[in-house]
C-alpha cells in the first residue's frame, strides 16, 4: 500500500537556525512528489513539485530536494514567518496520497 | 489566488440530518477535488471530478456523494451525517490530471457533527 510519513511531527527553532522536514515514501510508480505549507485556519498552499531523483527547488529560505525513497524540504535561516505545518503528497497513478505533516515553530 | 470559494465555512449540525458543502471556482479548471483532514491522518481523498458530471471515487468515499452539473462548481453532499464525519473539508482544484499539476486549496469548511 502506498504510504507517506513525515518527520519530525514538530519541530521548534530558534530563528536562524536552519534543519531539514523529511517526508519518506513507499509508491509504485511515482509522478510526482508535492510540498505544501498550511497556516492554522487555512488551505495547504503549494510550494514545489519534485518529479525526478536528484531534482531539486528553491523558494526564499527553502529548498526541496528528492532521492528514490524520499524528500527534504531544507529551512535556511528561518524567520518567525515561516512558522506552519508543512506537508508533503505523492502522486502515483491516479492516488494522491498526504503526509500527516510536521508542524514547524520559529522562535524570534 | 486560485479563485476557490467554499460554503459554509463553519456548519454544526446533528447526526442523520443531511448536509452539502459547495466548492465554487472561477477559472473553468476541469478537475475538481474534495479532501478530508483530520489531526493524525493528513488530507484524504474523498471523491473528485474530471468534467461536468464526471466524478471518481476516493480513498475514503463511504457516506459521501458528490455532483458536479456545471465546471465551477463541485458539491459533496453527506446523506446522513454521522459523527466520524466532524472534520475539515477542503476542495481543491488542479489545471489538468489528477497529481500531474499542482492543487490549489480553498479555504475549506469546518464540519461539527452533534
Known amino acids: 500500500e502506498d504510504q507517506v510519513t513525515q518527520s519530525p511531527e514538530a519541530l521548534r527553532l530558534q530563528e536562524g537556525e536552519s534543519s531539514s522536514l523529511n517526508c519518506s515514501y513507499t509508491?509504485?510508480?511515482?509522478?510526482?512528489l508535492f510540498w505544501y505549507r498550511q497556516d492554522p485556519g487555512k488551505g495547504p498552499e503549494f510550494l514545489f513539485t519534485l518529479y525526478s531523483a536528484g531534482e531539486e527547488k528553491e523558494k526564499e529560505r527553502l529548498k526541496a530536494t528528492l532521492t528514490k525513497k524520499e524528500s527534504f524540504l531544507h529551512i535556511t535561516a528561518p524567520k518567525p514567518e515561516d512558522s506552519a505545518t508543512y506537508l508533503c503528497a505523492v502522486q502515483a497513478n491516479n492516488d494522491m496520497r498526504f503526509g500527516a505533516g510536521t508542524r514547524l515553530t520559529v522562535k524570534p | 489566488d486560485a479563485g476557490i470559494t467554499q460554503s459554509p465555512r463553519h456548519k454544526v449540525t446533528e447526526t442523520g440530518t443531511p448536509v452539502t458543502l459547495r466548492c465554487h471556482q472561477t477559472e473553468n479548471h476541469r478537475y475538481m477535488y474534495w479532501y478530508r483532514q483530520d489531526p493524525g491522518h493528513g488530507l484524504r481523498l474523498i471523491h473528485y471530478s474530471y468534467g461536468v458530471k464526471d466524478t471518481d471515487k476516493g480513498e475514503v468515499s463511504d457516506g459521501y456523494s458528490v455532483s458536479r452539473s456545471k465546471t465551477e462548481d463541485f458539491l459533496l453532499t453527506l446523506e446522513s451525517a454521522t459523527s466520524s464525519q466532524t472534520s475539515v473539508y477542503f476542495c481543491?482544484?488542479?489545471?489538468?490530471?489528477?497529481?500531474?499539476?499542482?492543487?490549489?486549496f480553498g479555504p475549506g469548511t469546518r464540519l461539527t457533527v452533534t
Open positions: 509508491v509504485s510508480g511515482l509522478r510526482g
Open positions: 481543491a482544484i488542479s489545471k489538468d490530471s489528477l497529481g500531474t499539476y499542482e492543487q490549489y
